[in-house]
């Protein structure tokens, strides 16, 4: 299993961002994949799970700004971010399964995300 992360880079306050990962291993239609972020100093936190049926489920704080999607046909899963703010400042990951499962999850080398003005 490959999970290649890519969209990163330095954005201002208010702008938007789409995260992509690749995902090599694994048929979206059968797997569950997260996106997560570590902001500098600070644990691995949970965002988005995006289960196998295409069901979402998002963390509440992230209602309206953050959402995770897939093209099944380029076996890729997305994250839109919007109306970002300096404390999304981070590196994102995708990874395999849910919140639960995160601390032990294949993740790709994650993209880094900075808000600034």
């Known amino acids: 299993v490959q999970l290649v992360e890519s969209g990163g880079g330095l954005v201002k306050p208010g702008e938007s961002l789409r995260l992509s990962c690749v995902v090599s291993g694994l048929t979206l239609t059968q797997s569950t994949l997260s996106w997560a972020r570590q902001a500098p100093g600070k644990g691995l936190e949970w965002l988005t799970t995006?289960?196998?049926?295409?069901?979402?489920s998002l963390k509440d704080s992230l209602m309206g700004r953050f959402e995770m999607f897939r093209n099944i046909a380029e076996n890729t899963v997305y994250l839109r971010m919007n109306n970002l703010q300096p404390e999304d400042t981070a590196v994102y990951y995708c990874?395999?399964?849910?919140?639960?499962?995160?601390?032990?999850?294949?993740r790709g080398q994650g993209t880094q995300v900075t808000v600034s003005s």
């Open positions: 995006l289960y196998s049926d295409g069901t979402p």
């Open positions: 990874a395999t399964g849910t919140a639960a499962t995160l601390h032990n999850s294949v």
